[in-house]
């Protein structure tokens, strides 16, 4: 699977978000190392701040069913430039899934594509547990 046709994944993935707060549809498509695909959308609750973002309900769903090993994932939202990953999203993408490419998606249909290392740099992970 190239990198568009992840992204058609994540433009898919958007409309199962549930976000009736701040209508800020997101959907995320995480490709495992074997090519198998875990969609997510974002999830918003009543009580705001327990809301899950949507890359980390397709990550939570793939470690779930025992995946351990990713290559990309891509992003899309209703937002006319690129959306890119909350911190918390970065921070939990380089823990469970390592120096994967994040590819993002715009109204247009544009990529862009960072490597996870460039968009949190000095990071805190396992290596800096004693
Ligand atoms: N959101 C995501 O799902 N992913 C991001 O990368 C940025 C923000 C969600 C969280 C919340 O439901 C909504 O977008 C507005 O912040």
Redo the contacts with the bound molecule.
Sequence with gaps: MNYEELSEKAIQAKSK?Y?P??K???G?ALLTSKNKLYLG????TPSYSL???????AVFKAFSEGERKFKAIA?A?DAPGF????GA?RQVLLDLCGDIDVVMVNKKKELKVMKLSKLIPFAFGDKDLI
């Design positions: 978000a976000p707060y701040s800020f549809h997101v995320a959308g974002n999830i918003e809301t899950i973002c949507a890359e980390r309900t992003l939202s959306c890119s990953p909350c999203c």
